[in-house]
């Protein structure tokens, strides 16, 4: 789906008016006053072509202009140029390595039509060879095309090269663990196993023998050798999943370690070299953690060689669609009651308006339950349950509308978190007794 949206980074105003003529040939200019805005848009918009309007001083922020013309989008770019700029040698060469066509000024609507139309056909022809590739969602079988994820796929490939510990954070459900397997795979560790400790799943007394294991007698119930999972990891990668709930004083070993590389079972008296690649998760701020005293700031500093953070659905633009169709495919395929056929435009624009607290796993959910519920041929916002903004706003006493947003909330959160209470109550910032009394009074259901 190629927009005929058309960038114009114009930082003196001189264009729009000028621009005028070219809204009848369906083209929508959106305006950019600096360089920065114009990022910021890039980020969020999918545009195949830009203008770059140029005054006479062209000197003048050449090199953010640079950055921005030759960053991750994959845009034509057209300039548009004060005559008289052309006469610096250095400018000449400048537009020549970084547009693919320049316009002297003032506009000739006609001719400039024409060279945005061609642009506009080369954009979407690259666009079509890439969605057709084998391999369309990319090399690390990740689904994004938005700037954003452009930068972590480029940031992973940087990982990949190296050994060195990866920390990875990102709201909940945007893909964290699905960034660390992807690292697995495509490293020189990928023949060695990935091992994954979910650091808050595991009971604070049984945490010290999983990860180090233990001797046969060790402690009463040892009744064999066990071998942990720092150990099951050798050759391969440990994947420290919700890193922050890792209990103080398992920090402090964990931390030993990474600086010894050796491991001692508990009841052992000798140790074991051990040869693994640490990457670690987390979806809470670990440097608040730190400030909180919550999390030992050496182990961090340990952990956080390389960083990666995935961005939060609700920043990937038109990424939201694109994967919701996707998913929609590949469930109606296995799932559909044979009704639903599509995603109705209303869906779409529900998806793109709605905030994604739940990043990609609520997508993931919302879209699954619409392909098995769906009476109509076109999944609505209802299906997706993403009507209800809408209908309180009309019919809703406030008291209602309150209801209906925090079980929309709670709901979501619970799902994102496998219904586990305290992690929850934790992310909303209210205690475990008080999540209990609002599941209570809302009736929301902690099936699994
Ligand atoms: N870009 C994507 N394309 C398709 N599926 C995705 C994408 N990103 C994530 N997913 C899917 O979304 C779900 C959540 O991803 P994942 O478990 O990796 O998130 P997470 O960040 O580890 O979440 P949490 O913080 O809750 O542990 C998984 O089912 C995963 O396969
Ligand atoms: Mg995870």
New binding site residues.
């Given amino acids: 789906m190629i927009a005929r949206e058309v960038l114009v980074l114009d930082t003196a105003g001189l264009s729009l008016e000028q621009l005028q003529p070219l809204s009848r040939e369906s083209l929508n200019f959106v305006p950019a006053r600096s360089v920065e805005e114009a990022a910021r848009l890039f980020r969020s918009r999918h545009f195949s072509v830009a203008l770059v309007v140029f005054d006479g001083e062209p000197e003048s922020g050449l090199r953010a202009i640079e950055s921005l013309v030759s960053g991750p989008a994959s845009a034509e770019w057209i300039a548009l140029i004060e005559p008289r700029a052309l006469q610096s040698r250095d400018f000449r060469t400048f537009i020549l390595r970084a547009f693919a066509d320049y316009h002297t000024l003032p506009i000739d609507p006609q001719r400039l039509a024409v060279t945005i139309g061609h642009c506009i056909g080369k954009a979407s022809l690259r666009q079509e060879l890439e969605s057709g590739k084998p391999e369309s ?1 990319g090399k690390f079988h ?3 095309r938005s700037p954003v994820m452009q930068l972590l796929f480029q940031k992973m490939e940087k990982v990949i090269g190296s050994d060195a510990p990866v920390l990875i954070g ?1 709201e ?7 960034v660390a397997h992807a690292i697995h795979q495509h490293s020189a560790r990928a023949g060695g196993p990935l091992v994954v400790v979910n650091c808050g799943a595991i009971p604070a007394t049984l945490i010290q023998s999983e990860l180090f294991g233990h001797e046969k007698s060790a402690f009463t119930g040892a009744t064999q050798r066990k071998i942990g999972r720092i150990e099951a990891a050798s050759g391969g990668v440990l994947f420290l ?1 919700e890193i922050g709930d890792l209990p103080l004083d398992m920090q402090v070993s964990l931390l030993r370690v990474l600086q010894e590389r050796t491991i001692s079972r508990v009841g052992a008296t000798q140790c074991i070299p051990v040869d693994f690649r640490v990457i670690a ?1 987390t ?1 809470i701020d670990l440097n608040e953690a730190v400030a909180q005293g919550r999390f030992r700031e050496d182990l961090y500093f340990r952990l956080n060689v390389l960083s990666l953070t ?1 961005p939060a659905l609700r920043e990937r633009g038109d990424d939201i669609v694109l ?1 919701a169709e996707s998913l929609f495919t590949q469930f109606a395929a296995r799932h559909g009651n044979g009704n639903a056929r599509g995603l109705s435009r209303d869906a779409l624009d529900a998806l793109m308006r709605h905030d994604w607290p739940g990043n ?2 609520e997508l ?1 959910n919302r879209i699954q339950r619409a392909v098995v519920m769906s009476e109509n041929r076109l999944v609505s916002p209802a299906d997706l349950g993403l009507d209800v903004a809408r209908r309180s706003i009309t019919t809703l006493t406030l008291d209602d509308a309150r209801n209906s947003f925090e079980r929309d909330l709670l709901e979501t959160r619970l799902r ?2 496998g219904n586990k209470v305290s992690q929850t109550a934790r992310q909303l910032g209210v205690s475990r007794v008080t999540l209990y009394r609002m599941i209570n009074k809302l009736n929301i259901a902690l099936d699994h």
């Fill in positions: 969602t990740i689904g994004g990102g909940t459900g945007t893909g964290k663990e699905l999943d998760a979806h995935v994967l990609v796993r993931i994102a978190n």
